[in-house]
């Protein structure tokens, strides 16, 4: 059973850098053809993709965010960490992980999400 | 790259057929076959419930249908039924990024 879960802070300031962490059982991101991927939804808004890591340490970032994002994973440990650097109160949002399959090149399983409120 | 068009809202009895569309261009949706459609109840993570233009991943009803003619695809639930009530997005990935749409409302009346 493939699970992951965000974690991370739940308020941020303006300026500073967020970091959120996944972590994910039931499969290994080394194992070729998956990957996991970021995606935000701001309050009562659509769904934002972010980025993307996959298995082979390729990353795939938003054309319009990719300046101030970074994608890494820690295959050891299961994880996949997204950073987002100078946060503004438009970036409030719930921040959701998911496990992406290149066979579906679709997002199959999805974390509950975490919401990042940016107030000073 | 914008996000894809949906329509805001769609509405439909319980029985009938709703059909949400998806229009992008052919830089997207026109031209990959990696199109995806996820069900979001409120407060709820998205749900994928069709893959690569018309798959069902397993555990998906069979009244989600999907489609794709040119830039545009298509979402169809038939027999609609009031857990259908939720907001539908789709997804194009096309290799270098991935691009949702704005999202549809489904309301059963």
């Known amino acids: 059973q493939i699970t992951l879960k965000e974690s991370g802070p739940t308020l941020v300031k303006p300026t500073q850098t967020l970091t959120l962490t996944c972590t994910f059982s039931g499969f290994s991101l080394s194992t070729s053809g998956l990957g996991v991927g970021w995606i935000r939804q701001p309050p009562g808004k659509a769904l934002e993709w972010l980025a993307l890591?996959?298995?082979?340490?390729?990353?795939r970032y938003s054309p319009s965010l990719k300046n101030r994002l970074s994608i890494t994973k820690d295959t050891s440990r299961n994880q996949v960490v997204l950073t987002m650097t100078n946060m503004d109160p438009v970036d409030t949002a719930t921040y959701y992980c998911a496990h992406w399959g290149e066979s579906r090149g679709a997002f199959a399983i999805w974390g509950q999400g975490t919401l990042v409120t940016v107030s000073s | 790259q914008s996000a894809l068009t949906q329509p805001a809202s769609v509405s439909g009895s319980p029985g009938q057929s709703i059909t949400i569309s998806c229009t992008g261009t052919s830089s997207d949706i026109g031209g990959y076959n990696y199109v995806s459609w996820y069900q979001q109840h409120p407060g709820k993570a998205p749900k994928l419930i069709i893959c690569e233009v018309s798959n069902r991943p397993s555990g998906v009803s069979k009244r989600f249908s999907g489609s794709k003619a040119g830039n545009t695809a298509s979402l169809t639930i038939s027999g609609l039924q009031a857990e259908d009530e939720a907001e539908y997005y789709c997804?194009?990935?096309?290799?270098?990024?991935?691009?949702f749409g704005t999202g549809t409302k489904v309301t059963v009346l």
């Open positions: 997804s194009s990935y096309i290799a270098t990024s991935t691009l």
């Open positions: 890591i996959y298995w082979d340490d390729d990353k």
